[in-house]
């Protein structure tokens, strides 16, 4: 069915930028919120960001100001610009996204699997 691909991460030095992006593929109807979580290791996962189908964003305490979250409709496509990035901002970042697919009348959530940030010097 649906699948969503994260791609971009990488290592990095602190202070340094890296932008995620999460592609959705598949018989999709229509794409309604699509979100970042990330979880560190040994840690539990957490929030980080949220864009709304009309565009709305939402960010954890922890990224405000440093991270922005965007999308291309068009392309079912979720991005994160990480800026000013943090040891502390290290982990697998994962993509989550509601999405209506051909045969359902309802949005589920579906993940991806997950791209690893390193931020070291």
């Known amino acids: 069915q649906v699948q969503l691909v994260e791609s971009g991460g990488g290592l990095v030095q602190p202070g340094g930028s890296l932008r995620l992006s999460c592609a959705a593929s598949?018989?999709?109807?229509?794409?309604?919120?699509m979100s970042w979580y990330r979880q560190g290791s040994g840690k539990q996962r957490e929030f980080v960001a949220i864009?709304?189908?009309?565009?709305?964003?939402n960010y954890a305490g922890s990224v405000k100001g440093r991270f922005t979250i965007s999308r291309d409709n068009a392309n079912n496509t979720v991005y994160l610009q990480m800026n000013s990035l943090k040891p502390e901002d290290t982990a697998v970042y994962y993509c989550n996204a509601a999405l209506k697919t051909f045969g359902n009348s309802n949005y589920n959530n579906y993940w991806g699997r997950g791209t690893q940030v390193t931020v070291s010097s």
């Open positions: 864009i709304t189908s009309g565009g709305n964003t």
């Open positions: 598949g018989s999709i109807v229509s794409v309604n919120t």
